[in-house]
């Protein structure tokens, strides 16, 4: 039974072939906008999490402080959660980063008898304590510790960032939904397509006395064939949007551009997108079988 | 074999296909089914395959309850059926050989097997040199004889057939009912429902006629 059903299945997707092939590409063209929105995303999230990287507490050490209190402060940040890197600045280190993000001040620095800067330890925080509270928690914290005059963070960035990041994270979902969906009834109408087409051969299969399930499960098969072809079209014409940008100068604005092709999708993401173009031609199939045999 | 008692089928408006039809037709028994146009023979065949449903009444087909066999059943009945359409109901993309293989590839039977009863049946209705035709090449005669090939192959309980010989010439036509009565003989109950007043009297098999959906006795 298998092996006649993918047989026929086979055979009939031969059959009809340039229908089932305009009907793969109208899956890839919706599985495709749905790719270029997944990739997009994607990338943006590489994107915020980068920036999200540079999230810091910068700990300003005494001038008088000494190395133990130095050593302890440092190993009090070793292995915890909140805490991505620690990175240790010393007055002299300060001022030559300091000479390096403004070079036109070069020569102030150069008048001053002594360093001004101050010692510190900046601290990168870890993913998901990236919040002012988390911030201000851990700064209140070394403030307490001896050896230190002050620690600060960047409230107001810290602040329109999260905002940006829970608007960027809302704004897709619901985008990505309403694409998603977009593309599954399109799949679904499409599969629909194909299927009332072969509607006087069902009925005659109906009438010679072949089961419900002998008639669907062709159907079925060549639905999900067709699902999958689309999904692997709309992947491959994917990827060749995404290289194509990537090596071309081109016109197009450079932050969509960066935004598509920073990377390629995960490879889990493209094996769901071919899933998804798998599920919806087998439910488009069993939905418009379930109306016709009616 | 086919028994139906107090049968009405009404299709709303008024329109009343079938009247109070009582019938018994033996295991065995060739019948004709006669009556003007419209007078409600492919309607009752319908009824007899479950493609439509009696509005009243009791239809027993080898003693399944029709009216009320679950939909999951019917195909069961129906592979017990050999059905000669009136419009053929061939498969355009299908050659005559997987036409006529349709029923036996439903029915689960054997590959080598149904190659052979394939080809038999379409040698005794003179389509061998068409089995890889496609219908659309084939004449409206040739059409029917396939049509009927597949109602024959795998030797149904009961035989139905609306106008089989349609299409047919006299010679052919006659060839035909032959063949209907040595499958009649070898077990077939045959029902056939035709206009073919020549024919009906040549083979002098039993009458059954409709007249407006009720049937007439003699």
């Not at chain 1, 240790?88 to 001004?116: C, D, H, I």
């Not at chain 2, 009752?44 to 009696?54: D, Q």
């Not at chain 2, 009791?58 to 309850?65: A, F, S, T, Y």
């Amino acid at each position: 039974m298998i092996r006649h059903s993918l047989n026929e299945a086979l055979l009939n997707l031969w059959r009809n072939r340039f229908m089932n092939l305009v009907a793969s590409f109208t899956i890839a063209v919706s599985l495709l906008v749905l790719g270029l929105f997944l990739l997009l995303a994607h990338n943006l999230k590489g994107v915020v999490a980068a920036v999200g990287s540079q999230v810091t507490v910068s700990v300003y050490l005494r001038p008088d402080v000494t190395e133990e209190q130095r050593a302890r402060l440092i190993d009090s940040l070793r292995g915890r959660a909140e805490v991505e890197s620690t990175e240790y600045l010393s007055p002299q280190a300060a001022l030559e980063k300091f000479q390096r993000l403004f070079p036109t001040m070069r020569e102030v620095a150069g008048e001053l008898q002594e360093n001004p800067l101050p010692a510190s330890v900046e601290i990168r925080m870890a993913q998901g304590h990236r919040d002012p509270e988390a911030l201000r928690r851990l700064a209140e914290e070394m403030e307490r510790l001896p050896g230190v005059d002050d620690a600060e963070f960047d409230l107001p960035w810290v602040t329109r960032l999260q905002d940006v990041v829970a608007m960027a994270r809302t704004a897709g979902i619901s985008l990505g939904g309403v694409v998603g969906l977009a593309a599954i009834l399109t799949i679904a109408s499409v599969i629909r397509m194909t299927i009332y087409a072969r509607q006087q051969e069902i009925e005659i299969l109906r009438l010679v006395g072949a089961t419900r399930l002998y008639i669907a499960a062709p159907f079925l098969l060549e639905s999900s064939v067709l699902g999958i072809v689309g999904g692997g079209l709309s992947l491959g014409a994917l990827y060749a949007i995404h290289r194509r940008l990537a090596t071309s100068q081109g016109s197009v604005v450079p932050v969509l551009r960066d935004l598509l092709t920073a990377s390629f999708l995960p490879q889990s993401t493209s094996i769901l997108l071919l899933l998804l173009g798998l599920t919806a031609g087998a439910l488009g199939g069993l939905l418009s079988l379930r109306r016709i045999s009616r | 074999m086919v028994e139906l008692y107090h049968v009405n089928k009404d299709y709303g408006r008024g329109n009343h296909a079938l009247v109070d039809v009582n019938l018994a037709i033996e295991k065995g028994e060739f019948v004709f089914l006669t009556g003007a146009s419209g007078a409600g023979k492919t309607t009752l065949l319908r009824l007899l395959f479950r493609e439509e449903i009696a509005t009243s009444g009791k239809i027993l087909v080898d003693g399944m309850n029709v009216s009320t066999l679950s939909a999951s059943r019917v195909p069961r009945l129906r592979r017990r059926l050999g059905i000669v359409f009136q419009d053929f109901k061939l498969l355009p993309r299908r050659t005559v050989f997987e036409n006529v293989g349709m029923v036996m590839e439903v029915s689960g039977v054997p590959r080598r097997l149904q190659r052979a009863k394939t080809y038999a049946v379409l040698e005794m209705l003179g389509l061998n040199h068409k089995v890889r035709s496609y219908p659309l090449e084939l004449s409206g005669g040739e059409q029917q004889r396939v049509a009927i090939a597949r109602a024959l192959v795998n030797e149904p309980a009961l035989l139905l057939a609306d106008e089989p010989t349609g299409n047919l010439d006299p010679k052919l036509s006659w060839d035909i009912m032959t063949l209907f009565k040595t499958i009649n003989i070898r077990g077939t109950t045959v029902l056939v429902a035709t206009h073919d007043k020549d024919l009906i009297t040549r083979m002098g098999k039993k009458v059954i006629t409709l007249d407006c959906g009720r049937l007439i006795t003699h």
